[in-house]
């Protein structure tokens, strides 16, 4: 079976010590995809002569000392729904059958100006709606360290991608927790920046207000370099904040002595939550003691509300963002349909499937005249009062150190039927959504063979100190280096 | 006040939607044009493709501003872009970003005058940005709607007046007058035939002398002034009619058919839609800063509401007269032009009554505007004044109006050239005067008899024979002295 790929830092090293050349690592990859993701199915596409390409130009750039940046020649997989000039962007669902981009997401200019190689599209739940990527019209993920378990979601395809060594990176998104949770049930770092640290432009949107594009990969360091490609103002996106791309990769300050780590007791409970993962998760946090950092107990009382209005939030813009998707310019359109309402209703009812359809109704019911005041304007507050919980634990602290999950990957099929449990495994992610906080979780230990996530939150803007933290734990332990063994080869 | 109706007191609300003069769109980078090819003009954003976003364009909140000011409203320093959701094919997102909760501008009004009825101050209760629509083309096929979306995305300013408006009449004056002012401020167009000036009249009657508001309609899409009088004329009578036979309005959205003159149901209130708005969470919070907004104040152009007020001070017009020459901006320029022409005498009011008279109608004739025109404020000056002097009669003045319009010249140039100077000296009339009195005995007979008017038959056979050249009164003086009168 084909080798695993190594990590962005390591295929980096290689590249620069002609160890191996970028060509080889498309080749590496399209034949570790071959071998493993029939199984797995982390890609939607994959893109090999155009990699190919991609990775020949890069080699020809690195013999000609003209290399972009420390990318070059790295490949480099993207979530379904981040768009490219050219490709599919189908975000796992058949309503988009035949759509191809006319144009590059802001992330996909920035990997390419950087030099990165464009592997393919993975694997998500229909719209990134759902945990578990169980909601692809195309079927699911399996999860590569036991494959009758789900990957997470909805950037399972992402998370499965890396955790799989099919590429050393890949890009998700996240709306609630979609890097942070299947990056925790695959063992691998997942990061989701500050609210509009990544520019949103050619995400396609399912909660603009919460949607957040961050990279997947197996350490912090690998993470700092992607978040330095990807990130920085984008004038083109209104909610991007006027700040200058990162400059983390090889300045993550790893020293913690001094560093406040907060412990938030609504997050620390017995009640719903795996044992093991909270074994592993003290564990960490006595290893960041360990590294020189302080800990003390914080109070986000809010934290119970967080889920109820996220799904107001994240449904209600869902429900109008969703509706361009009408059957009338791209996409699939119903056949041999006679009226404009009709066109309407089969082409949505053929097209998408029964999570989003449940979430569109569900938006469409929060916002209408008469409930509005009662679920939206009431999340929002809850919102305002979620940041104000964040403002007040960071005065006492520098970092927020929780669970990611409350339990590890659970068995595919295992939720599917009841939405609201699924819903309630985000109960950890998503309020760093609906604060616009950093959010990264990291593996920290293992519970009966599965992965556990450990899953840091950091103040706005503080994606390059909560790194440094992420970085300084990770130098200490070895809980990133182990691989999942079915697909290991 | 005029009344509109004689039982029922009307009151009236408009809703103005205004294309915003900008190059580009409101959130999108494509051009804004009229009479393009379908879908020349559209990117990403006016497609609504997948993972496209929204940009505001700078210079049409500017010129949302400018008239904001212009119809005497508070600015507000934060307003919210929502959402306004509801499916149709020129709809490309599903969903009309316009501001609902937090619009731009609030509470302003304009002064309107009917006829010689005292002005009236009408309310502004809100004006908010939003985009337009596309174009829905039912007749490219028996079979299938084809759909143009260069105007989806076009900058529009929504201007929503109080229902202050007791007529149908005074609805037309004040739709002429927020044109005139979003000319004047340059932030629109407002042409009627272009759509860029869309108007939606809410309408309802009630008893004089009664508190409550009757039930209303909506009129929608009233797209010229005469239609916007006409179907609110032929809702008044509809509802009157339904009221004096003891019925009830229902509360709808009616559309104007003009060939037939009358109103037709579109909806009624039980299907109504719910747009479900809510803040885009794709834009930020416009913000404006107290300073931003008095730099585009200090901006502006003087507005006919004040350049009326100044017309009748410094040059001392009639307030008609003011109103009509400040209700465009050309026409305003023109005179003043001409005022500050005149040589040392105050000839303001003639020039305002030359103006109001003979160019107006002359362009009126042609169906031409003051932009078509190479009338000179000096070379008015220069006519009225000879005409004040007596060096050219006004009825030849007159006649030489046009050609001064749309060909320009020097008035004294060609009144030379075409031989035109008034004649008003004794020599040169005298003899004229006794080769009518020679040629005309009877009138001079029955003149001598006591019948007076006679005097105007040969008063005019020696205008005639003077080619309209001689000076009428210093001709009546000979005349009578030659009659011994």
């Known amino acids: 079976m084909a080798a695993r790929l190594p990590g962005v830092s390591e295929a980096r090293r290689a590249l620069a010590a002609g160890e191996q050349s970028a060509v080889a690592l498309v080749d590496q990859a399209l034949a570790r995809a071959e071998a493993v993701d029939g199984e797995l199915h982390c890609f939607l596409q994959l893109r090999p002569e155009a990699a190919r390409e991609e990775a020949a130009a890069s080699d020809a750039r690195r013999a000609a000392g003209s290399l972009r940046g420390p990318l070059d020649g790295i490949p480099v997989a993207l979530k379904d729904n981040i768009v490219q000039a050219g490709e599919p962007a189908g975000c796992a669902s058949r309503i988009l059958d035949g759509y191809h981009s006319p144009f590059d997401a802001s992330v996909v200019e920035r990997l390419k100006a950087a030099g990165a190689v464009i592997l393919g599209r993975t694997n998500m739940d229909e719209f990134a709606m759902g945990s578990s990527t169980e909601n692809s019209a195309l079927g699911p993920t399996r999860n590569p360290w036991q494959l009758e378990r789900a990957p997470g979601g909805s950037s399972g395809g992402s998370a499965g991608a890396v955790a799989a060594g099919i590429v050393p990176a890949a890009l998700g998104s996240d709306t609630g927790g979609s890097i942070r949770q299947p990056a925790a049930f695959c063992g691998v770092v997942g990061l989701k920046p500050t609210y509009g640290r990544v520019s949103r432009l050619g995400l396609v949107a399912f909660a603009s207000s919460l949607d957040q594009i961050g990279p997947l990969a197996h350490t912090a360091e690998d993470c700092a370099l992607l978040l330095d490609a990807i990130s920085g103002h984008d004038p083109r996106d ?91 310019r791209y996409g699939r359109r119903a056949e041999g349909v006679h009226t ?114 450990l899953q840091l939150l950091g103040r706005p803007l503080d994606d390059v100190p909560l790194l440094g933290v992420a970085d300084a734990f990770q130098r200490r332990t070895r809980h990133h280096l182990a691989v999942p063994e079915e697909a290991a080869g | 006040m005029s009344r509109a109706h004689p039982d029922y007191e009307v009151v009236i609300g408009l809703e103005v939607h205004c294309q915003l003069r900008t190059r580009s769109k409101l959130f999108s980078s494509a051009a804004v044009s009229y009479g393009d090819p379908p879908n020349h003009h559209t990117t990403p954003v006016c497609l609504a493709l997948p993972g496209a976003l929204p940009v505001l364009n700078a210079e049409a909140v500017e010129l949302a501003v400018r008239a904001g000011l212009a119809a005497n409203c508070s600015i507000q320093p934060h307003s919210v872009f929502a959402r306004k959701n509801y499916f149709y094919p020129d709809l490309p997102k599903g969903y009309q970003i316009s501001q609902w909760e937090e619009p731009l501008c609030l509470a302003g009004w304009l002064d309107i005058q009917v006829g010689e009825a005292a002005p009236r101050r009408i309310g502004i209760t809100r004006i908010h940005m939003e985009e337009d629509a596309g174009k829905s083309l039912h007749d490219q096929s028996a079979t299938e709607t084809h759909v143009d979306l260069n105007r989806a995305g076009v900058p529009l300013v929504e201007i929503v007046s109080e229902p202050d408006l007791r007529s149908p009449e005074e609805a037309g004056a004040y739709l002429r007058k927020l044109r005139a002012i979003l000319r004047t401020v340059g932030a629109s167009d407002a042409d009627m035939e272009k759509g860029q000036l869309r108007c939606d009249a809410n309408i309802s009657l009630r008893r004089h002398g009664e508190k409550q508001l009757g039930t209303r309609t909506e009129l929608k899409n009233l797209n010229s002034f005469r239609f916007v009088e006409q179907a609110l004329h032929a809702e008044i009578e509809r509802q009157a009619e339904l009221l004096d036979e003891g019925g009830e309005v229902q509360q709808a959205t009616l559309g104007y058919d003009s060939a ?34 008095e730099e585009i104040r200090a901006s502006l152009p003087e507005l006919p509401e004040a350049r009326c007020a100044r017309f009748q001070r410094e040059y001392g017009l009639a307030a008609r007269d003011a109103g009509l020459l400040s209700e465009s901006r050309a026409l ?115 003149y001598a008899g006591g019948d007076k008017k006679s005097l105007n038959f040969l008063m005019g056979q020696v205008m005639k024979r003077s080619q309209g050249k001689a000076d009428p009164a210093k001709v009546r003086e000979i005349l009578a002295r030659k009659l011994g009168g």
């Open chain 1, 238 to 328: 209104s909610t991007s904040i006027p700040e200058p791309p990162t400059c983390a990769a090889g300045n993550l300050v790893s020293d913690l002595s001094g560093r406040v780590v907060g412990l938030p007791r609504e997050y620390f409970v017995e009640e719903g939550m795996d044992p093991g993962i909270l074994g592993c998760v003290r564990a960490a946090v006595a290893e960041l003691e360990a590294a020189g950092a302080k800990t003390r107990e914080v109070s986000l009382p809010h934290t119970r509300y967080a889920v109820a209005a996220y799904y107001l939030i994240a449904t209600a813009e869902a429900s109008s963002n969703l509706a361009r998707f009408d059957g009338s």
């Open chain 2, 260 to 293: 037939r003159d009358r109103s037709f149901v579109m909806r009624t209130k039980e299907n109504a839609d719910d747009y479900r708005y809510f803040p885009d969470p794709d834009l930020i919070p416009l913000v404006i800063s107290q300073q931003r907004i």
């Open chain 1, 340 to 453: 404009l309402t009709e066109m309407y209703e089969r082409s949505r009812s053929e097209g998408f499937g029964a999570e989003v359809k449940r979430r569109i109704l569900l938006g469409t019911y929060v916002l209408s005249a008469g409930y509005y005041d009662a679920y939206y304007r009431k999340a929002q507050q809850v919102r305002t009062l979620l940041r104000r919980d964040f403002e007040a634990a960071f005065e006492g602290c520098d970092v927020i150190a929780t669970p990611t999950t409350p339990e590890p990957a659970f068995p595919l099929g295992a939720k599917s039927s009841d939405p609201v449990t699924m819903y309630l495994s985000d109960i950890f992610t998503v309020s760093a959504n609906l604060a616009g906080l950093p959010g990264i979780s990291l593996p920290c230990g293992e519970v009966e063979g599965l992965p556990v996530g």
């Open chain 2, 332 to 446: 305003a320029k023109l005179f003043e032009g001409a005022v500050r022409a005149t040589p040392g005498g105050d000839l303001a009011k003639s020039i305002a009554k030359w103006l109001l008279r003979d160019v107006v109608a002359a362009l009126k004739e042609r169906d031409a505007t003051l932009e078509d025109a190479r009338l000179t404020g000096q070379a008015l000056a220069e006519l009225v004044a000879m005409v004040e002097a007596g060096r050219v009669t006004a009825n030849n003045a007159h006649r030489l109006v046009p050609e001064l319009l749309f060909e320009g010249g020097d008035p004294e140039a060609l009144v030379r050239e075409r031989g035109l100077a008034a004649l008003s000296d004794e020599a040169s009339l005298a003899p004229l005067v006794d080769e009518v009195l020679a040629a005309n005995p009877e009138a001079v007979a029955s």
